[in-house]
């Protein structure tokens, strides 16, 4: 039977009618893949070396070990950001003779084989054997020690469906989880309560009594168990469909019409990112992202690079209208023939998007006004930036998006969710960031730091003031490509 699913699996890969269309990106995904198993199968080598030279009088295996839950605690991080639950068309095997707990068991071993499973093997393997060869350690205790540390992986496997099947509908319920997490390394930093070296001295005793590998493989059968029940709980076609009462949603936004004609297209926008996943993670996204230049304003290192200042406060003002608007207009795939079928002004409906994406870097350009902390000059470049945007990156999204032709369904998780990403989303970035750093890199090289920043407003004014010439040259692109954008929002798959 197992094997019957394989090939069932194997012939919808290849019999996708989405997989000519995405085949560029898989093909990048296939590099990465590749690239990041490289990654982990170098660092695995010179992971026993580098310590032995920082360190010479540490031992490397209680080093590894020491920071072995930081290691776990990243993984699971990761884990849950990018890696996809475990699926499997059940629909056309519903009337068929086979097993529920067959299918629930293909899935869940099938999740076995994924690449996130199989990097941990490039790094403990490695490591292990040079820790055999100049550790001087048994070969049964390290043998017992990669069976342990890999079955804990596979815990953080199991484990991470759980917290996504519970937690990836309210993101808000997972807040308590990140705060006492972050509670915990803060005691841990502090050497208050040291978590971290606990969990090493375990897995010390794991190298001494390799037997004692059995315990994370208990828990790992425990979690597969727990999986298992969950979805054979929910093998059923209307699994999810009744659900707790709740009172209906009737907010409006009424306070839009005071922006006229677009005002219907922009309750529109308001009422899908409210209502829906994928959008209404990017509003997250964005208040997250706001942070992301205490990572770089205080850090010497960056002082003298003033052109990587631009990148941060293009991303930093910008993040929204990256996120939102490099899929404009596939997130009204699933009714854009009907917006199109009627007697909208296509004008209207464009300058709606432009006017929320507008209004988002204006947002969050004030909310980055704190950064003046750091001195006048970022605070000067943030709103030279957030001008930058509105003025010119908001029509260079808009123009891309004349390219988009694939759906985005709004309820899909948008962890690792590549739907609707084609080769204009790739490319659509580079000239985002690449063209304003090169121009103030230029100007500020041969002349100084105020008048590139005064560059980059005055071309971001220069493109609010042309605007309403842009949006007619970029009604005419999107009535040209009307049937095209049709056709491709038709298509069902990925």
Request: aromatic share 18%; proline share 5%.
């Amino acid at each position: 039977m197992f094997k019957h699913f394989l090939w069932l699996e194997w012939k919808s890969f290849f019999r996708s009618a989405s997989f000519g269309k995405s085949l560029g990106l898989k093909i990048l995904m296939i590099f990465l893949a590749l690239y990041f198993s490289g990654m982990f199968l170098l660092f695995g080598i010179a992971l026993f070396p580098l310590i032995k030279e920082l360190s010479p009088e540490a031992d490397p295996m209680q080093v590894v070990n020491r920071f072995a839950l930081v290691y776990f605690t990243f993984e699971l991080i990761f884990r849950f950001m990018l890696q996809t639950l475990p699926v499997m068309d059940i629909k056309p095997l519903m009337h068929l003779p086979i097993s529920k707990i067959k299918v629930v068991n293909f899935v869940l071993i099938k999740s076995l084989f994924s690449f996130y499973n199989l990097l941990p093997l490039f790094l403990f393997i490695p490591f292990g054997i040079l820790c055999i060869i100049q550790g001087g350690y048994g070969t049964l205790n390290i043998l017992g020690w990669i069976i342990g540390m890999y079955a804990i992986a596979l815990c953080v496997n199991y484990f991470n469906f759980i917290i996504k099947k519970r937690f990836t509908e309210n993101l808000k319920a997972l807040i308590p989880i990140v705060i006492v997490g972050l509670t915990f390394a803060l005691l841990d930093y502090m050497k208050i309560f040291q978590i971290s070296v606990y969990f090493g001295k375990i897995l010390n005793i794991l190298v001494e009594r390799p037997y004692l590998a059995l315990i994370p493989i208990v828990l790992l059968v425990i979690l597969y168990k727990w999986n298992q029940n969950n979805l054979y709980g929910k093998f059923y076609l209307d699994a999810g469909i009744k659900g707790k009462s709740k009172t209906a949603n009737t907010r409006d936004f009424v306070w839009t019409k005071k922006f006229g004609s677009i005002a219907p297209f922009l309750q529109q926008d308001l009422k899908l990112i409210w209502r829906n996943k994928r959008p209404k993670t990017t509003i997250y996204l964005s208040v997250i992202f706001l942070a992301y230049g205490l990572i770089f304003y205080p850090n010497e290192a960056y002082q003298g690079m003033p052109a990587f200042f631009v990148f941060v406060g293009i991303f930093v003002t910008g993040i929204f209208m990256i996120n939102f608007g490099q899929f404009i207009p596939s997130w009204d795939a699933s009714y854009y023939p009907m917006i199109m079928a009627q007697n909208i002004p296509m004008r209207q409906y464009l300058a709606s998007k432009m006017g929320l994406i507008t209004f988002s870097v204006i947002v969050l350009a004030v909310l980055s006004t704190p950064y003046v902390y750091f001195g006048w000059n970022i605070l000067l470049l943030n709103i030279a930036c957030a001008l930058y945007n509105m003025g010119v990156n908001i029509p260079l999204l808009m123009y891309a998006g004349s390219f988009n032709k694939k759906r985005i369904d709004l309820d899909k998780s948008p962890f690792m969710n590549y739907q609707g990403t084609g080769a204009s989303q790739w490319l659509v970035g580079l000239p985002l960031m690449l063209i304003p750093i090169f121009f103030f890199w230029i100007i500020n090289k041969f002349i100084n730091y105020e008048v590139g920043v005064g560059f980059l407003a005055v071309l971001g004014i220069i493109g609010l003031i042309l605007r309403p010439a842009i949006l007619n040259f970029l009604v005419i692109r999107y009535r040209k490509r009307k049937y095209i954008m049709i056709e491709g929002y038709k298509q069902k798959g990925d």
